[in-house]
């Protein structure tokens, strides 16, 4: 059905024939309820922190019955939250919060551990030029520029092998 087909076939029903499809959809799928009860109880701020303490639970692992649990290092479970917060429609400056925070994180924990794996650091890229771009599309660039240096100063201090990709990210956008 398309949109417009949709539009004819609402315009045909009356109110509490609305009122009841709504409700019903409400019931039956789980993303139609999780967007309507953050459209009425936004609760931002508890999701923010909900999302920064499962991507630092991907580095640092909670302890579990008196043993260590292995860093996962997951770039996956950031983007999921990055998804799901788009697409309910989150402000855009708790979105680029997230974005930086993954990749805070995981350089705080790359100056502690010795990391081998070239994914991670072709993750963290990625994630690092996925967060300019969706800055400089919002409009928010320049509030989160310092982060944005001190990210690709860490990577400079770390001595990442892929530096230079990260600084000709910041060269496009400082000139």
């Avoid at 539009?7 to 024939?17: D, I, P, R, S, W």
């Avoid at 967007?35 to 009425?40: A, D, I, W």
């Avoid at 292995?70 to 979105?95: C, E, N, W």
Wanted: a positive charge.
């Amino acid at each position: 059905m398309s949109k417009r087909d949709l539009k004819k076939y609402l315009a045909e029903l009356n109110k509490e024939q609305l009122e009841e499809q709504i409700i019903e959809l409400y019931e039956k799928f789980s993303p139609v309820k999780v967007y309507y009860n953050f459209v009425f109880n936004p609760k931002e701020e508890t999701l923010l922190q909900e999302c920064k303490l499962k991507i630092s639970n991907e580095y640092y692992p909670l302890k579990k019955a008196g043993r260590r649990s292995k860093p996962k290092m997951r770039r996956s479970v950031a983007q999921k939250y990055i998804k799901h917060f788009t697409l309910l429609g989150v402000d855009p400056f708790i979105i680029a919060d997230v974005m930086l925070y993954n990749i805070e994180i995981a350089q705080t924990f790359s100056s502690e551990h010795v990391i081998k794996q070239d994914l991670f650091f072709k993750s963290m890229f990625n994630s690092f030029e996925q967060a300019v771009i969706f800055l400089i599309s919002n409009g928010i660039l320049n509030d989160f520029k310092t982060r944005i240096i001190a990210i690709h100063n860490e990577t400079i201090k770390q001595k990442w092998y892929n530096e230079p990709e990260f600084n000709a990210v910041i060269e496009r956008f400082e000139y």
